[in-house]
């Protein structure tokens, strides 16, 4: 991670920081943080927000769990957010689908598998295009864990971290 660039992964629900994507961006760029979050989704973005604290120009990298986390905390601090990259991200939780935040100008860079069962393809676009302005939707021939397609991400240009 190049000097002042602040870059964090958010993990899933049942992942952590040594899962096989946290492991990999690690691998990538060494100065990442893979923070471990546990609990309820109200305990994981206290974590969250402890972490960034009042830093600005995160770019935040959102695995399923980790994405719905990422969009909550972009739509609440959308100055302390430059860019996201959502993988498969749990946008039909029922509170997010029930009350959706305003949208948001912040860069979105998403990629959802036709073939995910877990979040479906056809639930997910409405809601990231209700929320995100900046949208940037890639569909690919993946399931939920996108590992096919997490490994053909140019990582180096997407993040510039």
């Given at each position: 991670?190049?000097?002042?660039?602040?870059?964090?992964?958010?993990?899933?629900?049942?992942?952590?920081?040594?899962?096989?994507?946290?492991?990999?961006?690690?691998?990538?760029?060494?100065?990442?943080?893979?923070?471990?979050?546990?609990?309820?989704?109200?305990?994981?973005?206290?974590?969250?927000?402890r972490i960034i604290g009042r830093?600005?120009?995160?770019?935040?990298?959102?695995?399923?769990?980790?994405?719905?986390?990422?969009?909550?905390?972009?739509?609440?601090?959308?100055?302390?957010?430059?860019?996201?990259?959502?993988?498969?991200?749990?946008?039909?939780?029922?509170?997010l689908v029930a009350s959706p935040?305003?949208?948001?100008?912040?860069?979105?860079?998403?990629?959802?598998?036709?073939?995910?069962?877990?979040?479906?393809?056809?639930?997910?676009k409405p809601i990231a295009r209700?929320?995100?302005?900046?949208?940037?939707?890639?569909?690919?021939?993946?399931?939920?864990?996108?590992?096919?397609?997490?490994?053909?991400?140019?990582?180096?240009?997407?993040?510039?971290?």
């Amino acid at each position: 991670m190049k000097a002042g660039k602040r870059c964090l992964f958010l993990h899933g629900l049942d992942s952590s920081s040594q899962g096989t994507k946290a492991r990999h961006l690690r691998q990538l760029f060494p100065q990442i943080l893979t923070p471990d979050f546990q609990g309820s989704l109200e305990e994981r973005m206290a974590q969250l927000c402890r972490i960034i604290g009042r830093k600005r120009d995160w770019t935040l990298i959102g695995s399923s769990f980790g994405g719905l986390m990422a969009t909550y905390f972009a739509c609440w601090h959308p100055k302390q957010v430059k860019k996201m990259i959502l993988l498969a991200p749990a946008l039909i939780w029922p509170d997010l689908v029930a009350s959706p935040p305003p949208p948001i100008d912040i860069p979105v860079v998403l990629y959802h598998g036709r073939l995910d069962t877990l979040i479906p393809l056809e639930q997910v676009k409405p809601i990231a295009r209700q929320i995100f302005r900046h949208l940037d939707f890639h569909v690919v021939e993946d399931d939920h864990s996108l590992l096919k397609t997490f490994y053909e991400i140019d990582w180096q240009s997407l993040l510039d971290c």
